[in-house]
């Protein structure tokens, strides 16, 4: 059986060259987990729809190969199954029941292609009682305990972006998932179900606070070191109404944010007197507005102090440490973020996008790798 292409010339790089997905069209975090295996060298075809998913998005949606199928349809079906029985991936992301009634769930697709990994992303999950009903990010980080501690106390929680949702405790990790299946899969020849859902997923990423609240650390907003009351963690405004951020939980870096600010003598006793916090808030707050942003980041930036500048996304890419790093290119006329995380010997790259059916067709001319 002919080998699985291999990384070269033109052709894609990165850790996972030779890994074949197949993405139903969603929104959100399926196309992100998506984005993520593409940009590591996996090969992705998204069997999409006309009209696409209502959401285009040239960077999230980049390295793919697609192709428009009416998978409600005898023949969009077929083409379907064909397709991902030379895959070694799914990603879906429609509520618990639509692919079965589409007759393309995980029984028909494993009983054709036992290797093949097939990841759900949702949001309440496959099971339980809310797992047929509509959400978003923001009920998903509520129901999770994410969003009770965040905001003001007396005020309604803030909205957060949907990064702590959908791609925190989504796509990140429904892309964890597919790599512990696949590794799995290498002992027991095997594919499985990857039930990723958000709620979940935010779940996990609580334990910290989860494990913490019992030793005292408190989710109460009026005395939530990480949440904003702390004078010494949160954002202030400067005389030019941008913002910057400080962050300098650590007794060391506070006395020197204290210092480095001229602030006086008595705010550096009693770091963690939650009783003086909003009255030391205040104070800071007075203090930074005396300047603007660029000053305090002149005086600031580079020191212990654990300081950054609240950057606008537009402006994220010049900023000298991103430039540095190389974080972001021009690829098709858009800046975008470089493939991440970065790795030593196997760095990915954004692939091209490609046609579908051409995809799939070298998919068929090599063979399905049974390893």
Known sequence: MPARPQAGPGRAAGPL???????????GPGPHCAMLLADLGAEVVRIGREGGNGWPNPIMD??????????????????????????????????????ERLGLGPEVMLARNPRLIYGRMTGWGQEGPLAR???????????????????????????????VGDFGGGSMFLAFGIMAALWERERSGLGQVIDAAIVDGVSSMMTMFSGLSPRGFSLDRAGNQLGGAA???????????????????????YAELLERIGAPADMREGQDDRATWADR??????LFLTRTAAEWQDLLEGTDVCFAPVVPLAQVAEHPHMVARGTHVEHDGLVQPVPAPRFSRTPGSIQPTREGREAIAAWRDQGRDHG
């Open 231 to 253: 004078p010494y963690y949160r954002s202030y405004l400067c005389a030019d109404g941008r913002e910057i951020t400080v962050g300098a939980i650590e007794p060391r870096f």
């Open 281 to 286: 808030s205040g104070r800071l707050a007075a």
């Open 17 to 27: 060259v030779g890994l074949r997905v197949v993405e139903f069209e969603s929104i």
């Open 62 to 99: 980049r390295g793919r190969a697609s192709v428009e199928v009416d998978i409600r349809s005898d023949e969009g079906r077929a083409f379907a199954l064909e397709t991902c029985d030379l895959a070694d991936v799914v990603i879906e992301g429609m509520r618990p029941g639509v692919m």
């Open 133 to 163: 009903v509509a959400g978003h990010d923001i009920n998903y980080i509520a129901l999770a305990g994410a969003l009770a501690p965040m905001g003001r106390p007396g005020e309604p929680a803030p909205v957060p972006l949907n990064l």
